[in-house]
């Protein structure tokens, strides 16, 4: 007997076998139950899901001569035996992915008014119906839109974006799940079970990652593994090749601790291997991404790691700056998949990722700055915040008419707590004539763009009581850029976040 494949062997036959999909049965067996089932059904999700299989399931619990409690088909009737071997007359299966076209949805229509040859209903399975043309999906629509009392429609699709919209608005729409990994595993172990195949655990779970959400991919992955007589997550690595697993986790593991010297041995350890980096790099951002998950919900994650060690440094570092590596992982894995050079773009990726300094907890800034608010940095602090919270409705001066000199507005402006005084003193030292105070001002200096200007020049203006007169300079901007780093208030702000400056920007409106 030649060999069925576990996704045949294995195929549910009844809504209680489905795996997953759960609230997809619910529904149905509910209608079913109070025949009020829709003659035009759709179901949507990823491939290996279900879908077909629960259409069939459908069409049996529609003609089974033996229904169990109204709903569940016997599988023992004719009618079931002649549905599961695909031999029912009255359950038709088209794949729309090969019979795309006009003709094929002319001879169904045809076929419609023909009452079921054996049992109750003709059903008709249009499997990934995204695919036919749209003069066919046209036709289709007439049908659906008031089918016969005896016909069922069960659409398929994997892509039910490319529907058109009509289509999607006469079906009552199912939309199968992704299957959690989780499960999966379970439902491999089972299998496992029953075939008498002893295989770890750990390797289930691996295979169960492998599918992404899909079983009849996972069951052919364990069909795989049967065959190369895996028992060990060791032997799954060796004999599919997947050392990436064991890399990704070692890798994650530099990154984490910034080492850039070990990740890069590694990269080139990675590299000699011949591993394609593209597809490691979208399993390290895979691998970023649950662990970013696992630091948000740590209840409801079963990570698993291989080593305990990274396990630990996972949960002593930061969530912020899990988001940060796979945020440049995520960018980076798009640059990767066309750089001509994936070597060189992979490594300096990574010396992109260990170059960050780690980063400060989030809750010890605002510690930071609760205090430093209490201080005198508030001007400092708040020079970035929304005007109307840091300024206080202009309040009257208290002005000593007798120090009407630059260093006293200066001085005026630091008593008063203002977010304006660190913008003002880095302005160069203006003029003062009894009609005006004139300051020259290189054109490019960053105060030009900032939102305060108008606030200072009204604040000097009421201070001196005389016009403000700026008089631009063309000078280049880089004196400025090397007076910026020497500031005071620059140097604090660079110790208290543990920063260093990258790069200067201009401020924008
Ligand atoms: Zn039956």
């Known amino acids: 007997m030649s060999y069925l494949v576990l996704a045949r062997r294995y195929r549910p036959k009844t809504f209680k076998e489905v795996v997953g999909q759960s609230h997809v049965v619910k529904t149905l067996v509910n209608a079913l139950k109070q025949?009020?089932?829709?003659?035009?059904?759709?179901?949507?999700?990823?491939?290996?899901?279900?879908?077909?299989?629960?259409?069939?399931?459908?069409?049996?619990?529609?003609?089974?001569?033996?229904?169990?409690?109204?709903?569940?088909?016997?599988?023992?009737?004719?009618?079931?035996?002649?549905?599961?071997k695909g031999i029912y007359v009255d359950v038709i299966e088209i794949d729309a992915a090969s019979n795309r076209?006009?003709?094929?949805?002319?001879?169904?229509?045809?076929?419609?008014?023909?009452?079921?040859?054996?049992?109750?209903?003709?059903?008709?399975?249009?499997d990934e119906v995204h695919m036919l043309t749209k003069e066919a999906s046209n036709a289709l629509l007439k049908s659906l839109e008031e089918p016969p009392s005896h016909v069922y429609f069960i659409l398929a699709t994997t892509e039910p974006n490319k529907l058109i919209p009509t289509i999607l608005s006469r079906c009552q729409r199912y939309d199968f799940k992704r299957l959690d990994p989780t499960l999966i595993t379970k439902y491999l172990a089972d299998i496992c079970q029953r075939e008498n195949y002893e295989i770890d655990l750990s390797a289930l779970e691996i295979l169960a990652k492998e599918a992404q959400g899909s079983i009849r991919d996972a069951l052919s992955l364990l069909d795989q593994a049967m065959a190369y007589g895996v028992k060990t997550k060791e032997d799954l690595i060796s004999a599919f090749g997947w050392h990436e697993v064991?890399?990704?986790?070692?890798?994650?593991?530099?990154?984490?601790?910034?080492?850039?010297?070990?990740?890069?041995?590694?990269?080139?350890?990675?590299?000699?291997?011949?591993?394609?980096?593209?597809?490691l790099m979208e399993k390290m951002t895979e691998f970023f991404r649950e662990l970013l998950v696992m630091k948000t919900f740590p209840q409801e994650s079963r990570f698993e790691f291989q080593t305990s060690a990274l396990r630990k440094l996972v949960l002593e570092s930061e969530t912020e700056e899990i988001l940060?590596?796979?945020?440049?992982?995520?960018?980076?894995?798009?640059?990767?998949?066309?750089?001509?050079?994936?070597?060189?773009?992979?490594?300096?990726?990574?010396?992109?990722?260990?170059?960050?300094?780690?980063?400060?907890?989030?809750?010890?800034?605002?510690?930071?700055?609760?205090?430093?608010?209490?201080?005198?940095f508030t001007g400092i602090l708040s020079h970035n915040l929304d005007q109307s919270e840091?300024?206080?409705?202009?309040?009257?001066?208290?002005?000593?008419?007798?120090?009407?000199?630059?260093?006293?507005?200066?001085?005026?402006?630091?008593?008063?707590?203002?977010?304006?005084?660190?913008?003002?003193?880095?302005?160069?030292?203006?003029?003062?004539?009894?009609?005006?105070?004139?300051?020259?001002?290189?054109?490019?200096?960053?105060?030009?763009?900032?939102?305060?200007?108008?606030?200072?020049?009204?604040?000097?203006?009421?201070?001196?009581?005389?016009?403000?007169?700026?008089?631009?300079?063309?000078?280049?901007?880089?004196?400025?850029?090397e007076e910026v780093k020497e500031r005071a208030e620059v140097k604090s702000i660079l110790k208290i976040f543990s920063a260093k400056i990258s790069y200067l920007q201009p401020l924008k409106e």
């Open 246 to 279: 064991t890399l990704v986790e070692e890798l994650a593991k530099t990154l984490l601790e910034r080492n850039f010297k070990e990740a890069l041995k590694l990269a080139q350890k990675i590299y000699q291997d011949g591993i394609d980096l593209v597809y």
């Open 390 to 481: 840091v300024l206080s409705p202009f309040q009257d001066l208290n002005i000593k008419k007798d120090n009407l000199t630059w260093e006293g507005f200066l001085e005026f402006l630091k008593e008063e707590n203002s977010p304006l005084y660190p913008l003002a003193s880095s302005l160069p030292k203006p003029e003062i004539t009894s009609e005006e105070v004139s300051i020259k001002i290189p054109s490019k200096h960053f105060f030009l763009n900032s939102s305060y200007v108008s606030l200072i020049k009204e604040k000097l203006e009421k201070f001196f009581n005389r016009r403000l007169n700026l008089e631009f300079l063309e000078e280049s901007s880089k004196i400025f850029i």
């Open 101 to 126: 076209g006009i003709d094929q949805i002319r001879d169904l229509i045809e076929n419609l008014k023909y009452s079921p040859a054996k049992g109750k209903a003709k059903v008709y399975i249009i």
């Open 35 to 84: 025949g009020k089932l829709s003659h035009a059904l759709l179901f949507s999700g990823i491939k290996g899901t279900g879908k077909t299989t629960v259409a069939r399931i459908v069409a049996k619990a529609l003609n089974c001569k033996n229904l169990q409690d109204k709903y569940e088909p016997c599988n023992e009737c004719l009618n079931c035996l002649e549905i599961n």
């Open 324 to 376: 940060l590596i796979f945020q440049i992982l995520l960018r980076d894995l798009e640059i990767l998949k066309k750089s001509s050079y994936p070597q060189l773009q992979f490594e300096l990726t990574l010396a992109k990722i260990c170059e960050f300094e780690k980063l400060v907890p989030l809750k010890e800034v605002i510690q930071k700055l609760d205090t430093l608010i209490q201080g005198n």
